[in-house]
């Protein structure tokens, strides 16, 4: 059974950080972009960030660019997302993804992970 299994959520103060970690299991996705997506209440799911199978190119929504860093160990299977400077537009369930090839549109993705909670104060 494939599993995509998110970590790392909470809440914290406007300006705090938290980094997230989606771990994969029963295959491995060494050769496939993963990237993160959230969705705030009320709102649609939206793309944040990708990265290439590889790690060499990543990709960022306008609304994180500068703040947000995704990175990948495929020896471990797992992909992360470093948030600094979280601000309250930025609270919303993450979800991680995986798909043969990178995209910024959430209909490309096959796998998903269950998500997890990101809540920031003011």
């Known amino acids: 059974q494939v599993q995509l299994v998110e970590s790392g959520g909470g809440v914290v103060q406007a300006g705090g950080s938290l980094r997230l970690s989606c771990a994969a299991s029963?295959?491995?996705?060494?050769?496939?972009?993963r990237a993160w997506f959230r969705r705030a209440q009320g709102n649609e799911r939206e793309f944040v960030s990708a990265?290439?199978?590889?790690?060499?190119?990543?990709y960022y929504a306008d609304s994180v660019t500068g703040r947000f860093t995704i990175s990948r160990d495929n020896a471990k299977n797992t992909v992360y997302l470093q948030m600094n400077s979280l601000k309250p537009e930025d609270t919303a369930v993450y979800y991680c993804?995986?798909?043969?090839?990178?995209?910024?549109?959430?209909?490309?993705?096959?796998?998903w992970g269950q998500g997890t909670q990101v809540t920031v104060s003011s």
């Open positions: 993804a995986a798909a043969p090839r990178f995209s910024d549109s959430d209909s490309a993705y096959d796998y």
């Open positions: 990265v290439t199978w590889n790690g060499d190119s990543a």
């Open positions: 029963g295959r491995t996705f060494t050769g496939f972009a």
